[in-house]
T-cell receptor, first 116, second 116 residues
Framework: NAGVTQTPKFRVLKTGQSMTLLCAQD?????MYWYRQDPGMGLRLIHY???????AKGEVPDGYNVSRLKKQNFLLGLESAAPSQTSVYFC???????????????FGPGTRLTVT | AQKITQTQPGMFVQEKEAVTLDCTYD???????LFWYKQPSSGEMIFLIY??????QNATEGRYSLNFQKARKSANLVISASQLGDSAMYFC?????????????FGAGTILRVKS
C-alpha cells in the first residue's frame, strides 16, 4: 500500500495562475480532507469529503474548490492563486467501521506551494 | 468551537531524559478525542498517540504516553528516554465532529530539540 500520496510535492505559481493538487489513497477510505499549514500554526481544514461525489467546506474554504469524482482521489483546486495561499497543503483520509468514522486520519507527505 | 493551546513554542531535552510537552484544550463536547502528531523536518505528519475522552486509563505507545487530566482539560505528551530522532515539531490536536465526519483542530505546535 502506498497509503496517501500527493502530487506535486512542490510548486511555484504566479499570482492569478490556477492549479490542481491531487490526493490519492489506496486504502478504500471513505473520508478525505484537505488541510493547510502556515508558519507558527497548526493545520486548518479547507474542505473535506465523506464519500465519492460529496464535498463540504471546512474552516478556511475561500479561494479553493474541490472535487471527488472517484473514491480514491480528492482534488484541490486554486482558480486564481494569491500570495496568501502560500502554504503547505496536506491531504488526509480516514475510514468508517459500521458507519462510524474511526478516529485516526492518515496524512499524505504534503505539497509546498509558493505563490509569488 | 474547540481550541487547543500549546504554550511551549520550543523545548530542549538532554538525550535519554524524559520530556513533557504541554497541551490544554477547550470544548463543551462530552465525547471527544485527543491526538499527538510528530512532524520532523522532512515535513510529514506522523501519528503518535490517541486518547478518547471516555478512556479511563492514560494512553501509551512505546516511549510515548499521554497524561490525560480531564478535569484540568489537559493532555500532555510524555516522551521517555529521549532520542536524537525525537527532534521535531509536535502538534496536539482534538477531534471535532462536523455534520458529517470529523475534523482535527490543531494547536500551534512545540518544537523539541534533543541534545546529545
Amino acid at each position: 500500500n502506498a497509503g496517501v500520496t500527493q502530487t506535486p510535492k512542490f510548486r511555484v505559481l504566479k499570482t492569478g495562475q490556477s492549479m490542481t493538487l491531487l490526493c490519492a489513497q489506496d486504502m478504500n477510505h471513505e473520508y478525505m480532507y484537505w488541510y493547510r499549514q502556515d508558519p507558527g500554526m497548526g493545520l486548518r481544514l479547507i474542505h473535506y469529503s465523506v464519500g465519492e461525489g460529496t464535498t463540504a467546506k471546512g474552516e478556511v474554504p475561500d479561494g479553493y474548490n474541490v472535487s471527488r469524482l472517484k473514491k480514491q482521489n480528492f482534488l484541490l483546486g486554486l482558480e486564481s492563486a494569491a500570495p496568501s495561499q502560500t502554504s503547505v497543503y496536506f491531504c488526509a483520509s480516514s475510514y468508517s467501521i459500521r458507519g462510524e468514522e474511526t478516529y485516526e486520519q492518515y496524512f499524505g507527505p504534503g505539497t509546498r506551494l509558493t505563490v509569488t | 468551537a474547540q481550541k487547543i493551546t500549546q504554550t511551549q513554542p520550543g523545548m530542549f531535552v538532554q538525550e535519554k531524559e524524559a520530556v513533557t510537552l504541554d497541551c490544554t484544550y477547550d470544548t463543551s463536547d462530552q465525547s471527544y478525542g485527543l491526538f499527538w502528531y510528530k512532524q520532523p523536518s522532512s515535513g510529514e505528519m506522523i501519528f503518535l498517540i490517541y486518547q478518547g475522552s471516555y478512556d479511563e486509563q492514560n494512553a501509551t505507545e512505546g516511549r510515548y504516553s499521554l497524561n490525560f487530566q480531564k478535569a484540568r482539560k489537559s493532555a500532555n505528551l510524555v516522551i521517555s528516554a529521549s532520542q536524537l530522532g525525537d527532534s521535531a515539531m509536535y502538534f496536539c490536536a482534538m477531534r471535532e465532529a462536523m455534520e458529517y465526519g470529523n475534523k482535527l483542530v490543531f494547536g500551534a505546535g512545540t518544537i523539541l530539540r534533543v541534545k546529545s
